[in-house]
């Protein structure tokens, strides 16, 4: 079984930074892809960033292209979300999420358990 622990939400002014972060343990064979989601109330969760299948490309929503960055440190299983010049409009939970192969044959899905973003003045 694998799980997520994040940490690094909060409280931060418009044009505020912020990092979060997304640890995973457990039994973790190969690590496919891994992916931040964030989830408004009443609103569908949408992807945020992922690192590909192939873990060299990296994919942003257009909201947040330019402003947040994806990376990960392999050796740690974690990955991190760096938000920059924040918006209102990014308030929301954000969620990590992980794919990958707990053996050589058996696959695992994991999220992490939401950390609050919260944009305002």
């Known amino acids: 079984q694998v799980q997520l622990a994040e940490s690094g939400g909060g409280l931060v002014p418009p044009g505020g930074s912020l990092t979060l972060s997304c640890e995973a343990s457990?039994?973790?064979?190969?690590?496919?892809?891994i992916a931040w989601y964030r989830q408004d109330p009443g609103k569908e969760r949408e992807l945020v960033a992922a690192?590909?299948?192939?873990?060299?490309?990296?994919t942003y929503a257009g909201s947040v292209k330019g402003r947040f960055t994806i990376s990960r440190d392999n050796a740690q299983n974690t990955v991190y979300l760096q938000m920059n010049s924040l918006k209102p409009e990014d308030t929301a939970v954000y969620y990590c999420?992980?794919?990958?192969?707990?053996?050589?044959?058996?696959?695992?899905?994991?999220w992490g358990q939401g950390t609050l973003v919260t944009v305002s003045s």
């Open positions: 457990g039994s973790i064979f190969r690590i496919v892809q």
């Open positions: 690192f590909s299948a192939g873990g060299n490309s990296r």
């Open positions: 999420n992980f794919r990958g192969y707990s053996d050589y044959r058996n696959t695992f899905g994991a």
